[in-house]
């Protein structure tokens, strides 16, 4: 199965429901020139999620959470369930994105529950991992992806891995303008392909695998020109219609 380009935009913290509903509805007109030839989707902030999916309702763009809890319900002040993403008609879920890692003690052990309640739900996720700075110039970039695989897909069988997407993301390339090169991006995400291989055999060739390291319109086309680079987790550049549009547009004719 040839796999389908999927460019995604995480919104991060930023955008009011207001807001929200401005950018969606500009992405609506601009993004429905790419219906059927690569998947689109964009990830606001919970409080600007069933705005998001109102608008984008029979549109090609899809929409995703930033997160979600493991349990289906109890006191978890804070958290967000997958009944009630379900309920208001989000398609995708993004689940162990670094900052989540990095800022708010996000493990393999509850990636790999969240993955779990993300499926019980019928939710696709969109499962991050990646290495430091440090990680990267010591020389262990493998060895922490494996883990982080090995870690969050543990007992997820190949048929439940037809709803995950992959996202590589170089934490060392997330908001700092550094960007790996598409013959290094590339090596990583093959590496990450022989690992699901290892895992799940042939399936792992159906299985998208985007970068997430700072990619945007200038770069977009030669990351995704590359074998095992099947799109993109977005941040800045998904922020504004022009810029998204304009990535995706150049992602395309790669």
Request: hydrophobic share 45%.
């Amino acid at each position: 199965m040839a796999r389908k380009i999927f460019i995604a935009g995480n919104w991060k913290m930023n955008k009011t429901a207001a807001e929200t509903a401005e950018l969606a509805s500009a992405l609506k007109a601009s993004l429905a020139q790419f219906a059927g030839k690569c998947e689109v989707a964009v990830c606001p902030t919970f409080t600007s999620l069933a705005t998001a999916v109102e608008i984008l309702k029979g549109s090609n763009v899809k929409v995703g959470a930033q997160n979600i809890h493991w349990a289906d319900n109890g006191a978890y002040t804070g958290e967000i369930s997958g009944a009630m993403l379900k309920e208001i008609g989000v398609e995708y879920v993004i689940i162990g994105h670094s900052e989540r890692r990095q800022y708010f003690g996000e493990t393999d052990e509850t990636v790999n529950q969240r993955i779990k309640a993300a499926l019980k739900y019928g939710l696709k996720p969109i499962v991050c991992i990646g290495e430091t700075l440090a990680e990267r110039e010591g020389g262990v970039t493998n060895t922490v992806l494996e883990k982080q695989i090995r870690g969050a897909f543990a007992d997820i069988s190949a048929a439940d891995m037809d709803a995950v997407t992959i996202a590589y993301e170089p934490v060392w390339a997330i908001g700092t303008g550094k960007t790996a090169t598409p013959e290094v991006a590339q090596e990583t995400h093959a590496f990450i392909r022989s690992v699901l291989t290892a895992l799940y055999g042939d399936k792992a060739q159906d299985i998208v695998v985007q970068y997430g390291g700072s990619m945007k319109p200038e770069n977009s086309g030669a990351l995704v020109s590359k074998q095992d680079i099947d799109g993109g987790l977005i941040g800045g550049a998904a922020l504004k219609a022009d810029s998204f549009t304009a990535l995706i547009q150049n992602a395309l004719n790669a």
